[in-house]
């Protein structure tokens, strides 16, 4: 191995190579020189790795110094130690706060969610057979304890933080694993890979290394692919990886701000009924008849077929108005997402891009119209769409929202759908009389689509990223035990497709650390720190070094460009230093030597030193012009990031709270699930006492009800209809609104699992009615997705019914 603080030529271009390799490109010799040859960035760059023309300066100075790519590179090397207390650094920090604190709660409610989704499959199982496996699903359920639970010793650690930096840097294995994988493997393979092994969602290499991952995965698809038809629809590995990715960080954050205050603008219009599916009108038109005479007349039957319904000239006045208002609103929605293609996440784009190139050359006979259609089934079938039917999910709207505005959502989305696909009106032939907005907005959504790929792409600044990890001391990963087990297993269990070399690094590693371990029980599946490191790459020591060696920069560059970044260093540490302009850098340094502060002193020592070297070396004028001019760009730069900074940090506020919020209400569906499984086990233990019977009934008053004598009952626990109603527990109320503040609903627990809820009016000693409610019922409700429960006087929300249940009786 070469020596880490002189690595020599060969080992330096075998590292470049298998750096391009691993990203799926072949090596390139101009690679090598990369950032000191991207000498047309420019710092005004709103995208990643935008081009842009940047003016070189006079004098002796080597062009390449202009690269202000390779400047930024530079700062980045030269300010990992440095601390600048200003507004920039104090915002910066809260940002990088915020998105670190993103990235985990993210990770959290992608465990939990498939949490829920294991326990609805095991408890549809308990209320159909129920079968007594309470025990197994309770110990699913057991939290990690972080002093529990076996822990790999020194030599397999250093094994797997080689393994995982291997696959971390070179994406092509688990893009190939990922293809392997059977549905039933993948959300604990996408969990590791999405919010573990590239969980910092908002920093730019392990972004980077996961797209590459994406565009390999991808390529794959498109070459086994038959027909174009089938490209990227089915519900497959590939397609379960890319609707994960949209729900990163980024992409939750791109719905909030553009998707969310449309949503709740319309849903806040609880009774606007839009529907234009004749049949349903239909029946909604004969029930409302029925309902104000008592009857139907002899030419309005029920059971009629959509033709008859369609046909009926009362149910086409009812529909012409609402076509006309469905459009519009669907035109709104259109306009808001067109008009936020600069919000669209970089790294959504990119696959947009990849999709549209592999589409070309797979298929180049391919029409524009088809190729837009293959992008919008990404952009508006995985990513828009299913936040638009389901808000709530997507931590879009506070509440689920009542029937009518769900159904507007939902043809809503259907026209979006529409206008990015060919649309098929086989199976909803009345959607056929939306088709205006289809063609009248054909044009709009391919130049929406296409504009979507126009994003440059990152290959040099992955380099670039990749120098700066190989020059930090310490990259590390936290991971669960599980996930480090679960990914050994799948790579050990594919290894042959994977590796099939001997000498191939991966096979090594797996040879190296033999056999998976056993999945552990969730109490011992604790979270640890695992260090990477790769033993066949050369740590970078000293970038400067490894800067003069690797490309054509000079010392004089590195001086240069190292003054420059302490001058701005300078001032933004000293308060009114750069009031006055034209500015004098040589006063600033000055300034600086003859303060209090021992460190702005040295370094305005150093500074006013290498600005006297530069000039002696003819690489400044005596004035410093070049210099200023570009120090007063670059904080002019920093002013306008500020407030970008500033302005990113109050929107991913909204985020982290909005990801909290979900979080909260994930651990009360867990807490329900819990309190039904003691149920489960009380009622084996003992059966069940006479009288609970099954079902949400309406008991009156009066009614004498079995109880067991023994049995402690919990409550009652008294609350308001004011204060249901402002939880969302109450989701539409029949109750007038000048009666609403006397009434109050008291709740019991006779015993576990099952609930008494009575309605009081104010004054009178008996209550209204009393409602005998089954946790068993209520899951069942929730798992067959019945959004409420009709008990005559109110309409309760079952999901925020459950955790009123666990909030109030539970967690005592």
């Not at 609707?243 to 791109?254: C, I």
């Not at 004089?556 to 006055?580: F, W």
Request: proline share 5%; charged share 25%.
């Amino acid at each position: 191995m070469s020596s880490p603080s002189s690595p020599s030529p060969s080992g330096t271009t075998a590292r470049k190579s298998a750096l391009l390799a691993s990203y799926g490109y072949p090596s390139q010799p101009g690679m090598v020189r990369a950032v000191a040859a991207a000498a047309a960035a420019s710092s005004d760059s709103t995208g990643p790795n935008s081009p842009g023309p940047l003016s070189g300066r006079k004098g002796s100075i080597s062009t390449t110094r202009s690269s202000h790519r390779y400047s930024q590179l530079y700062s980045m090397a030269a300010e990992q130690d440095v601390e600048v207390e200003d507004d920039l650094a104090r915002a910066q920090k809260r940002l990088r706060e915020l998105k670190t604190k993103i990235s985990s709660q993210s990770k959290k409610n992608f465990v939990l969610e498939r949490d829920v989704r294991y326990l609805d499959s095991r408890i549809a199982l308990l209320i159909q057979n129920r079968m007594a496996i309470a025990e197994a699903i309770a110990e699913h359920l057991e939290e990690a304890d972080s002093s529990d639970g076996l822990f790999p010793d020194d030599r397999k650690l250093q094994s797997y933080g080689n393994l995982f930096f291997l696959l971390q840097t070179e994406p092509r294995h688990i893009a190939t694993l990922c293809r392997l994988v059977s549905l039933t493997e993948i959300d604990t393979l996408l969990q590791t890979v999405m919010f573990t092994l590239y969980g910092n969602q908002y920093e730019s290499r392990e972004e980077h290394l996961l797209l590459t991952m994406f565009q390999s995965v991808l390529s794959a698809q498109f070459e086994t692919a038959t027909e174009f038809g089938s490209l990227l629809r089915a519900n497959t590995p590939v397609s379960r990886m890319m609707t994960t990715y949209t729900r990163r960080g980024p992409g939750q954050s791109y719905l909030k701000t553009v998707l969310s205050e449309r949503i709740n603008s319309l849903i806040e219009h609880k009774e606007l009924n839009l529907e234009v599916n004749p049949l349903k009108v239909y029946e909604q038109m004969i029930n409302q008849i029925e309902e104000n005479t008592g009857s139907l007349p002899p030419h309005l039957p029920r059971g009629v077929p959509p033709e008859t319904a369609a046909a009926n000239p009362d149910v086409q006045a009812i529909i012409a108005p609402r076509l006309s208002m469905v459009m519009e609103i669907a035109n709104s929605f259109l306009d808001t997402i067109l008009e936020s293609l600069d919000q669209v996440p970089y790294g959504i784009r990119w696959i947009c891009k990849q999709i549209r190139s592999l589409t070309k050359r797979k298929y180049p006979d391919a029409t524009d119209f088809s190729i837009c259609s293959l992008i919008g089934g990404f952009f508006f079938l995985r990513f828009i769409n299913p936040a638009i039917v389901t808000p709530q999910a997507y931590m879009l709207v506070d509440g689920l929202p009542s029937k009518h505005p769900r159904r507007t959502l939902t043809l809503i989305a259907k026209l979006l759908q529409n206008l990015a696909n060919k649309p098929s009106y086989a199976k909803e032939a009345y959607m056929m009389t939306l088709n205006p907005f289809v063609e009248n907005n054909k044009a709009r959504i391919n130049k929406f689509l296409n504009d979507l790929c126009e994003v440059g792409d990152f290959y040099e600044s992955l380099e670039m990223d990749q120098y700066m990890a190989l020059s930090k001391k310490e990259i590390n990963l936290n991971i669960t035990m599980n996930e480090l087990f679960n990914t050994h297993q799948l790579l050990a269990q594919h290894r042959d497709t994977l590796a099939p070399q001997e000498k191939h690094h991966l096979r090594m590693c797996l040879n190296e650390l033999g056999a998976a371990p056993p999945q552990v029980p969730r109490k011992e599946n604790k979270t640890i720190i695992l260090p990477l490191f790769s033993r066949w790459e050369t740590p970078i020591q000293d970038l400067h070094s490894t800067f003069l060696q690797e490309t054509n920069i000079t010392q004089a560059d590195i001086m240069y460009m190292e003054t420059k970044s302490i001058l701005v260093q300078l001032i933004r540490s000293i308060p009114g230093i750069a009031d006055k302009r034209p500015l004098d850098l040589m006063k600033i340094a000055e300034t600086a030597a003859t303060t209090k502060d021992a460190i702005l002193v040295r370094k305005g020592i150093k500074v006013k030193e290498m600005l006297i070297e530069l000039e002696a070396l003819n690489v400044v004028d005596d004035h410093f012009t070049f210099m200023t001019e570009e120090v007063t760009e670059e904080l002019r730069h920093l002013g306008n990031l500020r407030e970008k900074v500033n302005e990113e940090a109050a929107s991913l506020e909204s985020v982290y709270k909005t990801i909290g919020d979900h979080n909260n209400y994930l651990r009360s569906q867990l807490d329900s699930y819990k309190a039904y499984l003691q149920n489960v086990r009380m009622q084996s233990g003992g059966g069940n006492s006479p009288g609970q019977g099954s079902g949400v009934g309406v008991v009156t008053v009066g009614g004498k009800e079995a109880k067991k004598g023994k049995q402690q009952v919990l409550g009652p626990f008294k609350f308001t209809h004011h204060q249901l109603e402002k939880d969302g527990v109450i989701a539409e109320s029949n109750v007038p609104e000048n009666r609403r503040s006397n009434i109050f609903f008291n709740i019991t627990s006779p015993i576990p699992g099952t609930f008494i809820i009575a309605l009081h009016y104010k004054g009178r000693d008996k209550a209204i009615l009393e409602m005998d409610l089954k946790l068993d019922d209520l899951l069942e409700k929730q798992q067959d997705q019945v959004q409420l429960l009709d008990l005559e006087y109110v309409h309760l929300n079952v999901n925020k019914v459950l955790a009123l249940l666990t909030k109030t009786f539970i967690k005592r």
